[in-house]
């Protein structure tokens, strides 16, 4: 019974591997090639032949002898084998001289079918010697190296993948990347996933970053001269062939991977170092330039009311940040702060500095008669200051030599005598209006001074009818009475 | 008789004295020695040797002014420039201006309490028209001095004269520089 099962499994596996594997074919020697003559040869044999086309019988499809030593001497019979019969590497490099060989784009000249097998032979038998002659079995000649040559680059072009291969890249959210095959061999890929934000153009692939993306772009070369793979035909009494077919694809990949950058600005005071403006100044509205470092401005950013500003997704890159315009009441900052972005630097921290526009206030005070050389210094007078809301910002007081100084940040502010020397008036409240950094104080002379007037009340009316009215009517009445009594 | 034929003769004896007494009263100057000077499209009419002008518009008054070395720059005869003043194109001008007031023709700021904060006073001075706006008007008791505060980096002008209600007070009106034309 075991017998009877074991027969079984075997007749049913030769009938399946037949089906799979074994497929009988015939070939035929077909038409000569004119001038053109070959010599195989090793330490036993020496065959010489004008070059010649192998056939398969079925299709008339041309054939290859991987059997350089082996007598073709049947025509049916040939069976397809698995090619591992031959070395990987050597099938390999067979199959792609059979591809890129006769019948390869231009490679429609008769000629390239021997430079074919010439070089198919010296792959399978590198030990024997394979070359053209100049006649049958004539002399040695060199011919055909320059497509020897081109077969042979086409099969290093096969090989090469693009410069970028295999390699990481990473970009910025919102930024385009344009990559470039310095090999030159892209425009044979194609993307195995097309995607509609990566696009090749000839040997660059542009890339598109929108989203926050970590993948494998994959991309592929394929021969499409062929629709099946290269066949190994074997014959037990008959030289082995095989016919030209599909290369294997090579494929390559690349790994994207999309980040966020952010710059951030935070707004100093820099007298206080604090991101609390000083007086009626305004750090916030300050407006930075981003240049790079030709000089080409990127962007700007606004100081916002939390003395910030972000800035997202700056490509990577050396920048330099520059303030533009301060903020009211502040002094536009000339530093120049360059910065960096990089894989490994994503978050940039700047912290930049106003310094505010402030003024010293002296004031004098004094007091007396002005023909005085010496007019009397005012001590102890104090002074309130109140800013524009009229909340006091601070009080000052004149020393023994009348005089009080405050440095105050830009603003309008008003003056206010408190007090004052018994007798004298105070100063009307005056306003100090700071909106421009000077060195020179504002200097504040306030004098009461003392001036001597004339006598200026007039009484010339009295005068007249004192000095000429009167005496005048009382001469009037003399004379009368003196001429009619 | 004959006493009665002299009495026309005293009647125009007394007229004329009578005249006299009311051109000194007046002490008006003759009209010939006026002239006219345009400065910024401004006529005024003024005496040949003008040194300044000053001008109260809504009293509709015009004063002429002495240079302070000038034997009429005195409070008897006209508005007077007191020594202590900085004319009005000097830095931090101070300009004080002293007359009378009360009776007779030389009262000439008689009327200047009528003024108030925001009239203007102006000053005719070397070809520029210094227009003044009355900042503050205050009395103070009259003892011969007068208490100014000197506003910082502002140009000033004083007026002062006697109270015309109270003879014991000094009248002093502030005002400061507006405009320059």
Known sequence: MKKITLFITIILSIFLLGNNLVHAEGFYEGEYINNIWMVRKNSKRLIYQTARFLKRSSDNQFAYCVEPFTIINAQQGYTEIDPNTISPNTWERVSLLAYYGYGYGNHTDPKWYPITQIMIWKAIDPSSDFYFTDSLNGNRINIFQAEMAEIESLIQRYYTQPSFANQEFTMVKGHNKTIIDNNQVLTNYRLTNPSPYVNIHNNSIEIIANDLIETNLEFIKEENNYSIPPILYYHASSQNLMTAGKINPINTNIKIKVIETKLEVNKLDKDTNQAISQGQAHLEGSIFGIYDMNDQKIDQVIIDEKMQATFNNLDFGKYYLKEEKAGIGYLLDETIYPFEITEDNTAIHLDVTNEVIKRKIEIYKKYGNPHDKNMLPEANIQFAIYDINGELVTTIITDENGYASITLPYGKYKVKQINTTEGYQKVDDFEIDITEEDIEPLTYNLDNLEIEVPNTYSNQQTIFYGNYLIPCITGILYVKKKLYT | ?181
């Open chain 2, 1 to 181: 008789m004959l006493k009665r034929n002299y009495t026309p003769k005293v009647l125009w004896l007394f007229c004329f004295y009578c005249i006299i007494c009311i051109a000194i009263y007046n002490q008006r100057l003759p009209q010939s020695n006026m002239t006219n000077k345009v400065i910024n499209n401004v006529v005024i009419s003024h005496k040949k040797d003008l040194y300044a002008l000053l001008d109260i518009p809504k009293l509709n008054s015009k004063y002429e002014l002495f240079a302070m070395n000038d034997s009429r720059n005195n409070v008897d005869n006209n508005v007077t420039i007191l020594p202590i003043s900085k004319m009005p194109d000097e830095k931090h001008s101070l300009l004080i201006l002293a007359a009378h007031s009360g009776s007779g023709q030389n009262a000439y700021f008689n009327n200047i309490d009528k003024l108030n904060i925001t009239d203007e006073i102006i000053i005719y001075y070397h070809d520029h028209r210094y227009i003044y706006e009355i900042t503050n008007k205050s009395e103070e008791n009259k003892t011969g001095i007068i208490h100014i505060k000197k506003e910082n980096d502002k140009n000033q002008i004083i007026l002062t004269t006697c109270s015309t209600k109270d003879l014991s007070k000094q009248l002093v009106i502030n005002g400061l520089l507006k405009d320059v034309e």
